[in-house]
């Protein structure tokens, strides 16, 4: 292994690498992984937000600039008003107040009404601890419970139509081997995502249905460069075994790999660190995502990609003749690269 600074090399260009000598035990870790995912959700329960059960929404503008988001939220908190959730919106260095939305949510069996209630109390309360001269009510909204269950609906039904559309275009942009592998390996990164989120007790919003889809269009995009690479070395070297093929596929396209996902990693650090609130939640989520992803491409999608042909094999299907027939159809005209020689010094 080496790096180079210059033109940012992260691997020697002859880097090679038996990545699948260990799929056996990449599989079952995925799996596990999965399971316990599975598992805790179903005991803990996904923490949905405000935005799909419903609740109502306090605006603030408070002239002490002393209070700042924690301040607000153990504020918030000590109101009594069950589940809160606090943003800072706007404001700079400059600014002669802080404003900040404080989110109720509902709990089941509330009613608007209750709910309602509960977001005068908690503006008394706030009130009442800052001072009546230094808060300002800029606006109370009710969140309708049904418009949530719409949202909620609609974040799943977004999710399952790009797996059926990565599904058909895996499947017509390669070939049968290689589409389940794509679509396991996006419900894989997806649920172990899903499962830290509910751990840590992160609040599953309308932001975190965006990242999960941010998370599928980038686990797809770089599974799609390997395949790509797998296809064009098959397409070559058509008697080569799958195993072989795919570690050298896998070895060829690390550089991308890494640099690729080591910049977006470090956007979303900074993100997590300086970001808050939803913001801190979409981020954090899309930076596991983007780990587990690029861990499945490599150690979920190929590994199942194996199996795949080594399972249409015994049906019969035969990789290498569709390589030689796509030889064939080559132009007849087409000239040949030059290589160039040179003489040893």
């Known amino acids: 292994m080496s790096f180079k600074l210059g033109n940012i ?46 609740g109502a929404e306090v605006t603030v503008s408070i002239s002490d600039l002393s209070f700042d988001h924690t301040k607000v939220l153990k504020l918030a908190e000590q109101a009594g008003v ?80 790009s797996f059926i559309g990565i599904l058909i275009y895996i499947s017509l942009r390669f070939d049968s081997r290689f589409a389940p592998g794509a679509v396991l390996c996006l419900v894989h990164d997806v649920i172990i995502a899903l499962g830290f989120m509910t751990v840590t007790g992160r609040s599953f919003s309308t932001s975190s249905i965006a990242a999960f889809l941010t998370i599928v269009g980038y686990s797809i995009n770089d599974t799609v460069i390997v395949y790509d690479r797998i296809r ?13 093929v795919i570690n050298r596929s896998i070895n060829q396209t690390m550089n991308r790999t890494v640099l690729t996902s080591a910049t977006g990693l470090g956007a979303l650090v900074v993100l997590t660190l300086l970001g808050g609130g939803a913001l801190e939640d979409f981020a954090l ?61």
């Open 232 to 244: 064009e070395t098959q397409l070559h070297s058509p008697k080569m075994e799958i195993v072989e």
């Open 82 to 161: 069950g589940k809160v959730e606090v943003t800072t919106i706007g404001g700079n260095s400059k600014s002669s107040e802080n404003s900040f939305v404080v989110r109720i949510q509902r709990e089941r069996g509330q009613d608007e009404k209750e709910v309602s209630s509960k977001a005068d109390d908690l503006y008394k309360k706030l009130e009442a601890g800052v001072g009546a001269d230094k808060i300002k009510l800029d606006s109370k909204t009710n969140i309708s419970g049904k418009i949530g269950k719409e949202e909620e609906r609609k974040g799943y039904f977004a999710l399952l139509l």
């Open 9 to 54: 090399e992260v691997f020697p260009p002859h880097f090679s690498f038996d990545f699948m000598k260990w799929r056996g035990i990449s599989i079952g870790i995925s799996g596990l992984l999965v399971l316990a995912s599975i598992l805790v959700i179903a005991v803990k329960g996904i923490n949905y937000s405000i935005d799909f059960l419903g």
């Open 285 to 345: 989520t899309m930076f596991i995502g983007i780990l587990v992803g690029t861990y499945s491409s490599i150690y979920v999608a190929a590994p199942l990609t194996i199996w795949m042909d080594q399972f249409l094999k015994r049906y019969g299907w035969r990789p290498e003749e569709k390589a030689q027939k796509a030889k064939q159809k080559k132009d007849p005209n087409e000239i040949p690269p030059v290589v160039i020689r040179r003489r040893p010094s």
